[in-house]
């Protein structure tokens, strides 16, 4: 569990390599994913070839975490989607179990991988753009004072996951597994602290707006590429069918 | 001394926050530019109050209230604007991962360095100016999270030269520090004398420090204390005092032999890896009866691991470990073991969850009464050496017979870890303990002394050094010699 917990938290931590490419390029290819999907869900109505549009679209994501992020968090959203696909299974043989309609194998499938897609692609806003990329755009945007909040929430995710899992190992061992819940109040004490260290931080340090995005690199070629083909796959399955 | 040459001066401070008493009480300290100052006090004596004072986040984050005079060169510390005061003044806290903004260190120095020049040129300039004189270029690309203690604060350091600051405010800088780390930040130290930068630090952990610094004060009943000739003149008598207070408490060898006594763990062969890196490395170990068991390692060697691998909560990859008994588990930070609002529904709590009935509950009430706890407190308004000794009581408690406790010391005076240390010697109580830093070690307490380095368990050989005992005698004496 704890190291779940863990390995989930770099999902949202964002990449070494971002200067490679330019910031318009990483942000069109997860919103070009997320558009496909909705796009997908309007267009097929035979579930295979969703799920082909889908394994394209989970292919391309994968390929450019293994890249951006290495090999060890393209382990993590494969055991993501591992446990997507398990609860998925769940719900069909509680289904059959308790006697409601349970869905097709195939449905449950198609389900699991639409939420893996959906959700890495999410999880790549946060890998493929800065803290100070977010500010900076969020400021654009007229969100000044939010994206301060943002970035110093954003910023402390994988510390707060590290603490989530030494009170997951205390209480258990304290309370046995039947009481886990009772690890919510050293953890809300433990937030509570931290916000307030997080104000001093800011107070001493602040954050800075001042941050230039990037508008070109040659490398961007890639993600324009990969944005286009998660665009044009539905469309070229659709017309397959 | 001429009065530009005053960096700090603090005339009659009292000081409380909203609702309390006042912590401090007519404080006064002067420091000169350049100057070194170590402060020492209790917990809960306002070290960190005072830090977060002079730094004006007492009033800003926390709300306080104060009286007296604080100026800031020649100037007073609220005619200075926020921006002003803070490239004057910096303070790193006790927890270094708390001050970050970004998650990569290049990053997170840059966009301060451009926050503070508004422009990309000299914000790179006074980067690689910094990134130079405090050595961290291996640091740049790596996650704040994945530094250590002590390159997080060297980070921090780097990051608060930036804007060329007088005086840099250390809270309890030693903290999670293993030895190296120690070593490291008295380079540090030196480092910033080189600079002239004034520097004042909050720390428990004195002893690796008191010849690191100009001035050393003692904060008690609110004041400050100068016990500069005291503890120099004290810390003298170590060679002679080491050995008697060795000798004086000397455990029957009888005691340690395990044959007679039941045996509560043991681990063969145990591997643990992360992606394919072995983090734990052919690790025997068996923990009996009674046995105060020490392991050692600098930080990041694995230790939480290796306690979380004996408690059961990680599958080692490799290798067997058989439990005879219940264990608990004492994290490092103490917040994370209490879920109740007092601390008599704590030991409710223990108790029915364990069906040990009225019983368990009385002879809990009594033997956290005999710590001078209060029952109707809660236990997150303790200190911290109270939360560790009441955390030991609610395991031995619960029946758990070996508990695991990662990293008690931090945080604690010399005293504090030496009554610690002795409450669970008086109480039989079997346990694991782990710590990075061995500047105060008691050797005669423990059954069995480990390092933990690259993933392997070896015995420890402590070699001559000060023990925990001249330590906590050290702070008593110029505690005492004060009061006296």
Sequence with gaps: MASAIRDFSYILVYSRKLEDFSTFSRIMLPFSILISLVYMRLI?????????????????????????????????????????????????????????VAPEPVDVIDGALSLVVMFLAFSLLFQLVSLKEWRR?????????????????????????????????????????????????PLVLLSLQSARSLMESYTIYGVSHEHKLITYRANDVVLYVASVISMITPLLINSLA | ????????????????????????????????????????????????TLARVLTRIAFTVYGGEARGVIKIGNRNLFEINNEELFEKVHLIGQNPYMYFTELIVRDDIYNYALRIHRSHDKAVKSFSKVVEATGIHKLLDRYFYELSGGEARRVLVAKALISNPDLLIFDEPLMWLDEKGVEDFKELLKLLRFLGKGVIVFEHRFLPLLREV???????????????????????????????????????????????????????????????????KNIDLSIYENDLILIYGLNGSGKTTLLKVLAGYLKPTKGIVKRYCDIMYIPQNIILFYTEDSVISEIREICRSRKLGENCIKEGVKKVMSLNIDINESPFNLSYGQMVKLAVTIANLSKAKLLLLDEPFSGSTYSDRAKLLEYLRGASISALITTSNLDAYQGYMWSKTYRLEDGELSELGIGSRDTLGYAAWLYEEIRNGIGN
């Excluded at chain 1, 055991?79 to 043989?93: D, E, K, N, P, Q």
């Excluded at chain 2, 007679?260 to 763990?265: E, G, I, P, T, V």
């Design chain 1, 44 to 100: 097929f109505s035979d579930v295979y070839y969703d799920i082909l549009g889908l394994t394209t679209l989970l292919f391309i994501e994968l390929s450019v975490i293994s890249y951006f992020r290495g090999f060890r968090n393209t382990l993590n959203a494969l055991r993501l989607m591992a446990f997507f696909v398990l609860l998925g299974t769940l719900i069909y043989s509680l289904s059959h179990f308790i006697g409601w």
């Design chain 2, 1 to 48: 001394m001429k009065s530009n040459d005053l960096l700090l001066e603090v005339r009659n401070l009292y000081f409380k926050y909203p609702g309390k008493d006042f912590v401090l009480r007519d404080l006064n300290l002067t420091l000169e530019k350049g100057e070194h100052v170590l402060i020492i006090g209790d917990t809960g004596s306002g070290k960190t």
């Design chain 2, 214 to 280: 100009d001035r050393i004060y003692l904060l008690r009943d609110g004041k400050l204390v100068d016990v500069t000739e005291l503890a120099l003149k004290l810390s003298r008598t170590r060679s002679s005092l080491r050995n008697d207070l060795e000798k004086a408490s000397v455990v029957n060898p009888g005691e340690r032999n395990s044959n007679n006594r039941q045996k509560l763990l043991e681990a063969h062969g145990i591997y643990y890896s992360i992606n394919g890196v072995n983090i734990l």
């Design chain 1, 137 to 185: 755009i969020l400021s654009i945007l007229g969100f000044k004072q939010y994206s301060v909040l943002f970035s110093l929430i954003i910023s402390q995710i994988p510390i707060v996951i590290f603490y989530a899992s030494e009170a997951f190992t205390t209480i258990r061992l304290k309370y046995g597994s039947r009481k886990i819940h009772k690890v919510i109040v």
